[in-house]
Structures are given as structure tokens and as C-alpha cells.
């Protein structure tokens, strides 16, 4: 029998976060408490990870840190992952809730999520410099609240209360929006004018639960307009797809994510919804729990649009240790789209000649 193994999260990729080993059990160890029937494997989702919003945002608060020097403000987590937000923290970010803990006149970079056009003016106010670097989707649906609201439709935004990019969006047309959080609110949510509603959404939901919820909302409301495009993005939908084709061949699924990330956790959702045995979500390696193997045979892996690769390979690296060496990419969609940087960035690096921005020059740039 081999020597437990001590497992940490490795220096070169965490910084910040506190490395606490832990004596594992070993693979034979495991083995032993449950035997697998048939040949281990992992079968690894893609798409996965990063998406053209999170790698535009990342990218923007780097360029700023590098063209203006610590510290950068940014509000609110940049993106929803520990791992992004601990890094950037150690290179000078300073994360703060509300622009009230950032000094006059800083520099302060708004969040893929969003913004209301009210935390817009407060930074007017305190004379803010700042980088706007929400998601052009996420952008796309303020856009959406506001020309629906000036037609004075009742906006029925199914989204999480709560959630930044919903409290952004919200803030386009707070008089004339309504917050739909789930099924039981579709069936009571009372309107004044129910010929004249629109429902809109949250990027990052289950496609199939706002689908539910939408369909309850047109049997009360028949005359229920659709917004002229999906809402949920091409990165949420493309990576639910991906793990609803490996879930049902997958006795563990294991999504790589923070627990503030809603794409990570409904990721996590769809895996159980979708046939695996048994789903987790995992910050880090060093999560994941060995008896979580025992009697496994396939493990499904993905991770959230948050997510930076390196967290998934480290997850693979564990596997291969427990026997899960073999590992069959399972591709259901190519992904090429890349957002431009935000303006007021671009402006800045033309400025100092500064090209070495094209998000590593692996795709089309495709104007936000
Ligand atoms: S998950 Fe979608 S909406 Fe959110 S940042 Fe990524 S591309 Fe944009």
C-alpha cells in the first residue's frame, strides 16, 4: 500500500490564499473501500472556462494595473472567482463593495456583472476615473430595460435577487421592472397590465429553468412578449450543453468554481439534473474529497466562465493520481467570439502604443 499523499494547491498559481495540506488517502486506499467495476476515465467538458466577457474584464483590470500602477479600485469582485480576485489582490487590486471606499479622484474599474446608472453618476460625482469593463452582453440586456421601459412595458426580469448583475440591470428602469426569482414567483407575481409585459434575464441561468419559468409566466400572461434575443449568453448555454452530454455517463461530476459564480453552481445543477450520480463544484484541488472516488468509474469535469484553466488542469492532475489518467475531451461547441477592451482602456493604450492587447492574438476580434 502506497503512502498517503499531501495535497495543497500549488504556490505557482495560488497567491494569497492560505496553502493548508491535507494527508489524503491514498488511491489504493480508496480502491479498497469501494471497488470500481470497469475502466477509470475522465471525461472533460468543452467548452469550459473562461468566456469572452470574464477574459475581457481580467485583461482590462491587468492593463490598468500595468498603464496606471497599484492600486486599482475595482467594485465588487471583478469576476466571480477566488482564485482571479486573489491574484489580482496581490498584484495591487483592491476589491471594495461601494465606490464610498474609494478615494476621490482614483482609478476604479466596474465589474463584468454591471452597474446601475446610478453607481455611474456616484462616480461622477467622487470625480472617479473609470473603466467600464461590464460584459457587452450583459450590456446588451441594459439596453434591452431601457428602450422597453421608455415603451412603458412592465419588465419581468427573471434573474437572482441579489445578484450584482441583476441589481445593475434592475437600475436601468427600476420603476418599471419586476424580479422573478423562480418558478414559485412566476405563479404568483401579480402585474397592473398583463397585455403589456416583457420578460428579460440574467445571463448566466439554467437555460432549462428559465425556460420553465417562462412557460408559467406566458399561461398566466398569453400575451407575454419575448425579448428579441436570448438573453442567457452563448457561454452559459454552451457549457450547459457540454456538461448535460457527458452527466449521463458520469457516476461524479466535479465543476471547477466559486460558490459566488452562477454559472459555476447551475453547472453543478444541470450535472445532477442531467443523469450524473453525483455532482460537486470545488474552488480548488485541494477540495476535492477522495472518497468522493470510491466505486467511480467516469469522472466528468468542467469548470464555470470564470474560471482560468490552470484551476482545471491542477483538478486533472489529482485524478490522474487516483487512477483517472485517462481523459477524453468531449467538445459540443467551438467557441472564437472576443470582445474588444473597454473604451475608455483602448483610448489609453492607442495613446502609449501600446498593442500587445489582442487576447493572445487566438481569435477574431469581434467589436463589443
Ligand atoms: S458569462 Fe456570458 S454574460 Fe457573463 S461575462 Fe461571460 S460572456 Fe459575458
Redesign the pocket.
Known amino acids: 500500500m502506497s503512502a498517503p499523499s499531501v495535497s495543497a494547491r500549488p504556490s505557482a498559481v495560488g497567491l494569497g490564499m492560505p496553502q493548508v495540506p491535507r494527508v489524503r488517502r491514498s488511491r489504493e486506499e480508496v480502491e479498497e473501500a469501494a471497488p470500481v467495476s470497469g475502466e477509470k476515465r475522465v471525461l472533460l467538458a468543452a467548452p469550459r472556462g ?5 477574459d ?2 481580467v485583461v482590462a483590470v491587468e492593463k490598468a494595473l500595468e498603464h496606471h500602477g497599484a492600486p486599482v479600485y475595482v467594485r465588487k469582485e471583478i ?1 466571480h472567482n477566488r482564485h482571479v480576485v486573489d491574484t489580482l489582490t496581490e498584484r495591487g487590486v483592491v476589491f471594495v463593495d461601494e465606490l464610498d471606499e474609494v478615494p476621490e479622484g482614483a482609478l476604479t474599474v466596474f465589474s ?2 454591471g452597474v446601475s446608472p446610478a453607481v455611474v453618476e456616484e462616480a461622477a460625482q467622487r470625480n472617479l476615473r473609470t473603466i467600464d469593463a461590464t ?4 450590456t446588451k440586456v441594459h439596453r434591452e430595460a431601457v428602450r422597453f421601459a421608455k415603451q412603458d412595458k412592465r419588465i419581468l426580469l427573471i434573474g437572482h435577487d441579489g445578484h450584482e ?1 441583476v441589481e445593475g440591470t434592475f437600475g436601468e428602469a427600476p420603476e418599471h421592472t419586476t424580479v422573478i426569482n423562480d418558478v414559485a414567483e412566476a405563479r404568483t407575481v401579480q402585474v397592473e397590465d398583463p397585455d403589456n409585459l416583457i420578460w428579460l434575464s440574467q ?2 441561468l439554467s437555460v432549462d429553468e428559465t425556460l420553465e419559468i417562462v412557460s408559467v409566466l406566458r399561461e398566466r400572461f398569453p400575451h407575454l412578449q419575448d425579448p428579441p434575443s436570448d438573453d ?5 448555454s454552451n457549457r450547459q450543453a457540454a456538461i448535460k452530454s457527458i452527466s449521463p455517463e458520469c457516476d461524479l461530476v466535479i465543476i471547477v468554481g466559486s460558490a459566488n459564480s452562477s ?1 459555476s453552481v447551475r453547472l453543478k445543477e444541470v450535472a445532477a439534473e442531467y443523469g450524473a450520480s453525483r455532482a460537486e463544484r470545488v474552488d480548488f484541488a485541494n477540495q476535492v474529497d477522495e472518497s468522493w472516488f470510491e466505486g467511480v468509474a467516469t469522472v466528468g469535469l468542467s469548470s464555470g ?2 474560471v482560468p484553466e490552470v484551476l482545471v488542469q491542477e483538478v486533472l492532475a489529482l485524478l490522474a493520481e487516483y487512477g483517472y489518467g485517462q481523459v477524453d475531451e468531449v467538445v459540443t461547441a467551438e467557441e472564437d ?1 472576443i ?1 474588444s477592451l473597454p473604451k475608455e482602456l483602448r483610448a489609453e493604450l492607442k495613446r502609449v502604443g501600446d498593442e500587445s492587447r489582442s487576447l493572445g492574438g487566438r481569435r477574431r476580434d469581434a467589436e463589443a
Open positions: 473562461y468566456c469572452a466577457g470574464v475581457r474584464a469576476v463584468a456583472h460584459c457587452p452582453l450583459v448583475e445571463t448566466t442567457i449568453c452563448y457561454a452559459t454559472n466562465a470564470s467570439i470582445f
